[in-house]
């Protein structure tokens, strides 16, 4: 993310990775940028990186087996946070606040305007003609960017902690205010923005992203954060998943969430198809310390701090799942287990599947790893995750095997 947000990281303690390790996820090319990678975008062919002190890089993804650097701006400050909208990037330059540069010619991209905020410019999001920035102890500032050649401010709402990345949906703003939480601003009027309703994480909120009714929160040492905004004036948390090292960024596409997880997580690969019951299904120890991402298709692209630009596949898992719903028509949440499943044969009902053979559980992937009897079934041997119960009715049921 941002260079004011890497000093205070400072104190945080490292834990060793082993790069190798990965669930459902593989590399498959990167590019050392020659800065700190802490921001991505990808729009079309391209990753655009916010570098630090290197600035705006522009890298060909049209091959993500090999991405390459096509060209680039050295903003003035430390590039933290980017946004593409149309033929323009929107970069959260520190100090230097907001820097537009445009981008209709990958190769030879070059700033049109700025305007200098009065915080640390930390994150950025654009919507309609305004980029909305996250200017970390100067709140959340909106700024008219009709013409990009001459950006100008027309409003602000000081938020209670530091801002360090903003998302927009409708006509609400959603910032992660680091100590602050999650704080949601209506900006239906964006000369006169108003806080409406907020959500106190346990950590500090460092990434956000907004899905259909959903904030994803990127909460530090606290994981993965999922927020129910079907109202804003009042976020409730639903779901959440901690993570192992530091969580930062995050982003969401289908079913999933992908949260950028510092040096001790890499990427993490959330499925968030409940969100009261997001559960790791994949993840990649990234050789840097993963600050942000997106997610684009089958691929998740980090920025991997001095690693540069990660590409990651995540090949996704073998079952598809089905929900189950009680007789008033409401979702079966799943099965929470330790040590022993429970298989029940309700009725002349049989757990039989289409074959003849007994009902099975398999992993993620489809595999068949337990056939299942009526009653207790032992599964202590089973490592933790996502299991699926198959059988004669058809139906994929999720359990969720706890230690």
């Known amino acids: 993310m941002k260079r004011y947000v890497l000093t205070v990281v400072v104190v945080f303690p490292l834990t060793a990775v082993v790069y190798a390790d990965s669930l459902n996820c593989r590399e498959i090319g990167y590019y050392d940028t020659p800065g700190r990678a802490v921001g991505v975008a990808v729009s079309g062919n391209y990753a655009y990186v916010a570098d630090g002190y290197s600035g705006l890089r522009v890298i060909s993804i049209l091959n993500p087996t090999s991405p390459q650097e096509v060209g680039y701006y050295d903003t003035p400050g430390y590039a933290c946070g980017i946004a593409i909208a149309g033929n323009y990037a929107y970069v959260a330059d520190d100090f230097f606040g907001l820097q537009v540069i445009l981008v209709s010619d990958p190769t030879n991209p070059h700033r049109v305007g700025s305007y200098d905020t009065p915080g640390y410019a930390c994150g950025v999001a654009v919507a309609d003609s305004y980029a909305y920035v996250a200017d970390y102890e100067d709140g959340l500032r909106v700024i008219l960017v009709s013409d990009p050649t001459n950006p100008q401010e027309v409003g602000y709402y000081d938020t209670p902690g530091g801002a360090f990345d903003v998302a927009v949906a409708d006509d609400y703003a959603y910032v992660a205010d680091f100590e602050g939480g999650l704080r949601v601003v209506l900006v239906s009027d964006p000369r006169n923005p108003q806080e409406v309703g907020y959500y106190y994480t346990p950590g500090d909120a460092l990434g956000v992203v907004v899905a259909d009714d959903y904030a994803y929160v990127a909460d530090g040492y606290y ?3 999922i927020a129910l905004v079907s109202d804003p004036t009042n976020p409730q948390e639903i779901g959440y998943c ?4 530091v969580a930062w960024g995050v982003a969401a596409s289908g079913n999933y969430a992908y949260v950028a997880d510092g040096e001790a997580g890499g990427l993490r690969v959330i499925l968030v198809s409940d969100p009261t019951h ?5 993840y990649y120890n990234t050789p840097g310390r993963a600050l942000d991402l997106t997610a684009s298709g089958d691929y998740a692209y980090v920025a991997d701090g001095d690693s540069g630009l990660r590409v990651i596949e995540f090949y996704g898992v073998g079952v598809e799942e089905r929900f189950q719903r ?3 028509g409401s979702p079966l949440n799943a099965t929470i287990v330790r040590n022993v499943l429970r298989w029940e044969k309700t ?9 003849g053979s007994e009902a099975f559980l398999v992993d993620v992937t489809g595999r068949k790893v337990l056939e299942l009897k009526p009653g207790e079934n032992d599964v202590r041997h ?3 995750g996502v299991y699926f119960i198959r059988s004669g009715s058809g139906i994929d049921r999720r359990v969720v095997i706890a230690r």
């Open 242 to 245: 901690d993570t192992p090292g």
């Open 326 to 328: 009680t007789a008033n």
């Open 382 to 384: 089973l490592s933790p």
């Open 223 to 225: 994981g993965l954060r």
């Open 347 to 355: 009725g002349d009902r049989r757990p039989m599947t289409d074959d």
């Open 278 to 282: 997001p559960v790791q299904v994949g």
